[in-house]
């Protein structure tokens, strides 16, 4: 039986691939990957999501919106941070995390729509 993913001859783009290669070799490639393995995490990306949704939420609040001790989303949140993807400011004993640019917000936004997309095909035709 064919595999319908492969193709059925060997015919490679030499420039291509170099091309391509060269960009796949820099280390940029090791910290988007870092940044999606991030977000893979669900408790994560529940909570990238939260932020997505208000400017700024507290530590206790994210803990409550996730379902997790504020130990836990602190542990999320300061990973999050550490990736670039979140920023925190301190007022007083809390601690609010918000997305560190619009970028971060867009991601999420993205992916959210393209699952939309994927599960949900006749409402996104426009």
Do not use: W
Not at 39 to 55: C, F, G, P, Q, V
Not at 83 to 91: C, S, V
Not at 94 to 113: G, M, P, W
């Amino acid at each position: 039986m064919k595999d319908l993913n492969m193709c059925e001859v060997n015919c490679v783009d030499e420039d291509k691939v170099a091309s391509i290669q060269k960009k796949l070799n820099s280390n940029c490639i090791i910290d988007v990957a870092k940044l999606f393995k991030a977000l893979s995490d669900e408790t994560r990306m529940k909570i990238a999501y939260a932020l997505s949704l208000e400017k700024e939420l507290c530590v206790c609040d994210v803990a409550n919106i996730v379902g997790a001790t504020t130990a836990t989303a602190s542990h999320h949140l300061r990973h999050l941070h550490h990736l670039g993807l979140a920023k925190f400011r301190k007022e007083g004993k809390l601690v609010y995390y918000s997305l560190d640019d619009e970028h971060v917000r867009q991601l999420i936004d993205l992916a959210f729509t393209h699952h939309e997309h994927l599960h949900h095909p006749a409402q996104t035709k426009q």
